[in-house]
Structure formats: C-alpha cells, structure tokens
C-alpha cells in the first residue's frame, strides 16, 4: 500500500478482556517495529521484526504481551487481560531493508484506552 | 531508559522566528534522525544524519551533530504557524545491530501567527 495502514484506530476495551492491533506495513518493507506511546510522552520501543523473526522483543513490558509477524508482511500486537495502565497509542513503522541508515515510516496509530 | 533527551521540552515562539531544539543521547550511535508529530498520531521522518556527518540541510531545517558531546539541534528557520508540533530525535545505537530507532521524549513547538 502507499502507507503503514495500523487498525483499528480506536479501540475501547474492558479492563481483562484480550485486544488485537494490527499492522500492515509497506510493501517490501522488510523491518516492522512497534512503539507504544502514553500522552504527551516519549515513544517507548516494544519490538522490532526482520522478516518474521524478531531479533529484539526487550521493549515488551510483560507477558501479557506478544507479538507475530506473518509472510513478512501484516503484524499483530496481542494484550491479554488488559489493565488500565495498556491505555496508549500504538504505532507501529516499517523499514525498508536492514535498516541501519534507513528512516522509519510510521502509520497513524491504534488509540487504546482500557476502561 | 530513553537514549535520546530533548531539550527545551516546550518551545513558543512567533511566526518568522527561529526554533532550535536540541537532543542529547548516551550510547555511540550510527545515525540519528528527526521525526515530527502532529495531534499525538503518526509520526513524519525529517532529516536522517549519519555519524560521520557534521551538518545536513533539508529546505528550512538544519541539523548538527556533535558525536563527541553526544548532542544533536534543529533548526527551523523562518518558522510558520504549520510548523507547530512534537519534534522527536531518534537514535540507531552502534550495539544494537538490529536497527532499533530509540526516541526521546520530544519538544513541542508552537508557531504563534
């Protein structure tokens, strides 16, 4: 696609239900991250795929998170049981090859909010 | 915790003036790079610098590099009223080989008409 398309856009959820953000990043973009940012804060690092593996996942804050990347291409980001401290925006970026000299190019966010 | 710090973390400035902001970071990098946020959404790639580069231009931005202070500054001049947003500095730490984009925390900028 022309850009990294994230969805849904808005998600409400209830406190210990499971969500599901997904990414479909830009054709041929082999490197896909994903970043979680809470308001009027930094971009916090959750994970960084290189095809389908993920050669860096330190930035997941526990295991109620995870992660997958399939056909190199669309990714989802799964929270289980939910708290109220997952609220945030989740960006998610793609890179196009090993992307040491590369920019990222990010898609609009998934706005999370856990009530 | 964050590589990269901006610096000042709100900036207001009129229209016509120039904005600097300034980045700080901890580790030896192999480039880093400026990103721009408008409404808390998507960001927007600036300007990619590599640590063997001292200065790089891009229309109205100028960026710095300074490897032995660990610091970097852009420069917006002549600025306008679109301008106004969240300017992040993004850092490619050299020991992480897999191309982790590490942000600071950003300086909002506004542009009074």
């Known amino acids: ?7 849904p856009s808005n998600k409400v959820t209830e406190k210990g239900k499971d969500v599901e953000l997904r990414c ?31 050669p860096d996942k330190s930035g997941l804050p526990s295991d109620r998170f995870s992660a997958e990347r399939t056909g190199g291409s669309v990714s989802t980001l799964t929270i289980q ?35 | 915790s964050q590589q990269g710090e901006e610096d000042p973390q709100a900036l207001s400035i009129q229209e016509g003036e120039n904005a600097t902001m300034n980045c700080s970071y901890k580790t030896s990098i192999n480039n880093l790079q400026w990103y721009r946020q408008n409404s808390g959404r998507g960001l ?4 990619l610098i590599r640590s063997n580069e001292r200065e790089k231009h891009s229309g109205r931005l100028r960026v710095t590099l300074d490897t032995s202070k660990k610091s970097s500054s852009l420069l917006i001049t002549a600025s306008r009223a679109a301008d ?5 500095c993004a850092t490619r730490p050299i ?3 897999g ?7 950003g300086t909002e900028l506004s542009v009074k008409p």
């Open chain 1, 24 to 54: 479909d990043p830009i054709s041929g973009h082999t490197a896909l991250y994903w970043y979680r940012q809470s308001l009027g804060q930094g971009l916090e690092f959750l994970i960084y795929f290189q095809g389908n593996s993920a």
């Open chain 2, 95 to 97: 020991y992480n080989q």
């Open chain 2, 44 to 47: 927007v790639h600036l300007i």
């Open chain 2, 84 to 88: 106004t947003a969240s300017y992040f």
């Open chain 2, 99 to 105: 191309g982790k984009l590490i942000f600071g925390q």
């Open chain 1, 81 to 115: 049981r939910t708290q109220q401290e997952d609220s945030a925006v989740y960006l998610c970026a793609s890179s196009f090859g090993i992307p040491m000299n590369t920019e990222a190019f990010f898609g609009q966010g998934t706005r999370l909010t856990v009530v």
């Open chain 1, 1 to 7: 696609g022309a850009g990294v398309s994230q969805s």
